[in-house]
């Protein structure tokens, strides 16, 4: 059991991370409402229940996958029950097949630890070297949640928002497959 804090609807006072910093930083600057929670250490999609929970939400799986070469990148969004097939992935997308990106390329690119992927790290990511991908079952929920950039905060936002305002933020496209 994970330790959940009661929603707030305010930045936190101290931040895990960089990117964190950056995340609440972009949703202020956007005008985009959000519900956080401080956590204990989440760093797998068991841990994330009891933040599920207390958000009225399902945190997404956020996957970070490159080709054998690491010079193509993916992140892929997918609801938290989702079983990944890499050789699935690259079919749905016609490339060559994927895999994990190891921890040293999670935190060079999205500027976080294993269990803290999130689409936040797209902030980081100006030459837009990472391609966004997302279950369309993510793209149709009203409620997004995720790591903020760390694995001691979540948060929830309208799906909306994250789509309208934050990429076009950011400049990324999404690619929504099923």
């Known amino acids: 059991m994970v330790y ?3 929603i ?3 930045r936190p006072d101290e ?3 960089e990117l964190e910093k950056m995340t609440y930083e972009a949703l202020t600057t956007l005008d985009i409402p959000f519900y956080q929670v401080a956590t204990g250490e989440a ?3 068991e841990d994330c229940i009891d933040i599920d929970k207390r958000l009225g939400i399902e945190v997404v799986k956020t996957i ?3 080709n054998q070469k690491k010079t193509q990148f993916y992140l892929y969004v997918t609801p ?3 079983k990944f097939v890499t050789k699935d992935f690259g079919k749905k997308l016609a490339i060559p097949r994927v895999s994990f990106a190891s921890a040293e390329l999670l935190k060079e690119r999205l500027g976080v630890i294993p269990g803290a992927a ?3 790290g797209l902030l980081l990511d100006s030459e837009h070297e990472i391609q966004l991908v997302f279950d369309r079952r993510i793209a149709e929920r009203d409620w997004y949640g995720c790591s903020s950039g760390s694995v001691t905060n979540y948060m929830k936002l309208a799906t ?5 305002k934050f990429l076009p933020y950011t400049g990324h496209k999404i690619r929504i497959i099923d």
């Open 4 to 6: 959940v804090s009661e």
């Open 8 to 10: 707030s609807i305010t």
């Open 15 to 17: 931040y895990g991370s």
């Open 43 to 45: 760093l797998t999609m």
């Open 64 to 66: 970070f996958l490159c």
């Open 80 to 82: 938290a029950d989702f």
């Open 118 to 120: 999130t689409i936040f």
């Open 160 to 164: 909306k928002d994250l789509l309208e």
